[in-house]
């Protein structure tokens, strides 16, 4: 695990999670490589996560400015207590994202080679799960290409 651009701190706390401290809104967590493990990201805003060849992985954050990346990796759960705007996924198969009231308002979902993707979103006192569709219909129609 890797917070770039400043130096951090990081321990493990109690029920085998393990702590970044972000005390930068530039700093930028990576997550690499890791097999069952919980990381909560504390600090407030920070510019981004991107989880990297990992499996059985869950990550908590407040906010993030620019957006979440989850890439090569299996069955990872992914929290936002805040804002995430944006979440790229690429290759990666078994994604529950859980997102905030606030962040269910405005982030979007870019999917690549991936599957077995859900969102879950607040629904009055209970939450929502929803599959993020892999599969689309394209049309060509009046020269031009649609996608359902």
């Given at each position: 695990?890797?917070?770039?651009?400043?130096?951090?701190?990081?321990?493990s706390?109690?029920?085998?999670?393990?702590?970044?401290?972000?005390t930068?809104?530039?700093?930028q967590?990576?997550i690499?490589?890791?097999?069952?493990?919980?990381?909560?990201?504390?600090?407030?805003?920070?510019?981004?996560?991107?989880?990297?060849?990992c499996?059985?992985?869950?990550?908590?954050?407040?906010?993030?400015i620019?957006?979440?990346e989850?890439?090569?990796?299996?069955?990872?759960a992914?929290?936002?207590?805040g804002?995430?705007?944006?979440?790229?996924?690429?290759?990666?198969?078994?994604?529950?994202?859980?997102?905030?009231?606030?962040?269910?308002?405005?982030?979007?979902?870019?999917?690549?080679m991936s599957?077995?993707?859900?969102?879950?979103?607040?629904?009055?006192?209970?939450?929502?799960?929803?599959?993020?569709?892999?599969?689309?219909?394209?049309?060509?129609?009046?020269?031009?290409?649609?996608?359902?």
């Amino acid at each position: 695990i890797e917070n770039q651009d400043k130096e951090s701190a990081m321990h493990s706390g109690e029920n085998g999670i393990l702590v970044v401290e972000v005390t930068d809104p530039k700093q930028q967590v990576y997550i690499f490589n890791c097999d069952g493990v919980t990381v909560k990201i504390n600090g407030g805003k920070l510019k981004s996560v991107v989880v990297d060849t990992c499996e059985k992985v869950n990550v908590i954050f407040d906010t993030i400015i620019s957006g979440c990346e989850l890439v090569n990796s299996k069955k990872i759960a992914v929290q936002s207590d805040g804002v995430c705007p944006v979440f790229t996924i690429d290759k990666t198969v078994g994604v529950t994202v859980y997102l905030s009231e606030e962040s269910a308002k405005i982030s979007s979902f870019t999917t690549s080679m991936s599957s077995e993707m859900n969102v879950n979103v607040p629904d009055g006192d209970d939450r929502k799960e929803m599959p993020i569709p892999e599969q689309f219909i394209h049309k060509l129609a009046d020269g031009n290409l649609t996608s359902e």
